[in-house]
Structure formats: structure tokens, C-alpha cells
């Protein structure tokens, strides 16, 4: 389990919106994605590489998801994500939880999140 934050120059709801809309996650990170704004609605991102369903959406505000790539035994559980968005003087606080990943994995995952998610947003929004 690991915990990152970032902060992005746009409101809590740019952020949340573009996380749940394909077009949007798409472009924010460069790679082919669909998304969906419902509850048990399913998502994948970077071409098919991960998939999940949303959880508990709560508008403008959080996103929790269960998660897992095509890097996963098919024994392992789904992982757990949770995306926080608070408003700052500056924009946004996104702070990102990911729980439950299989055994060894979370560093990975820590750099992929900064590398693939937290800097492409940086200049998508910026």
C-alpha cells in the first residue's frame, strides 16, 4: 500500500471530470482509454493494460475503484484505488491510495503512477 499526492493548477471537479470522461483520460494520458461516470460502471486505461470498476463515486471530490493490470496473476485480488481531490489556494491536492497489490509490486507502482499519471496530468492541466 502507498500513498502519493500532487497538486494540479485546475479545480477538483477539472480533475474529477477528466478522470471519468475517455476523451479526457485519454488525452491527459496520451494513451487509449474508456472511462465511465456511473457506479459499477467499468473502465480501462493505456489500451486495455488496466481495468477496474468504479466503486463509490462522490462528485468533485473522491474515486474509489477496484484495479488491476494485465500484470496480475490471475489468482491475485483486485487492487484497491482511491483518488482524493481537495481544493488549495493553487488548484488541486490530488492524493492517490493504492491498496491491496500483489506482493512486491507497490514501488512499481508508486514510479508508474508519478510517471504515467502525475506528470502527464501536470501538463495536460497546465
Known amino acids: 500500500r502507498f500513498t502519493i499526492t500532487t ?4 479545480s477538483p471537479k477539472a ?5 471519468l470522461d ?3 483520460h485519454s488525452a ?5 482509454a474508456s472511462a465511465s461516470t456511473e457506479v459499477a460502471g467499468i ?3 493505456h489500451d486495455g493494460c488496466i481495468n477496474g470498476i468504479n466503486l463509490e ?6 474515486i474509489l475503484q477496484s484495479w488491476r493490470t494485465s500484470e496480475f496473476d490471475s489468482t491475485d485480488p483486485d487492487s484497491s484505488l482511491e483518488l482524493v481531490s481537495e481544493p488549495i489556494k493553487k488548484g488541486t491536492r ?6 491491496n497489490l500483489p506482493d512486491g509490486k507497490a514501488d512499481d507502482y508508486e514510479s508508474g503512477w508519478q510517471d504515467f499519471y502525475f506528470n502527464p496530468m501536470l501538463e495536460y492541466f497546465s
Not at 480533475?15 to 478522470?19: D, E, I, L, Q
Not at 491527459?28 to 487509449?32: G, L, N, V, Y
Not at 490530488?94 to 491498496?99: D, R, V
Open 7 to 10: 497538486e494540479l493548477p485546475v
Open 15 to 19: 480533475v474529477y471530470s477528466a478522470s
Open 22 to 24: 475517455s476523451h479526457a
Open 28 to 32: 491527459m494520458t496520451q494513451s487509449p
Open 43 to 45: 473502465f480501462t486505461a
Open 57 to 62: 463515486l462522490v462528485d468533485g471530490k473522491r
Open 94 to 99: 490530488l492524493t492517490l491510495t493504492h491498496s
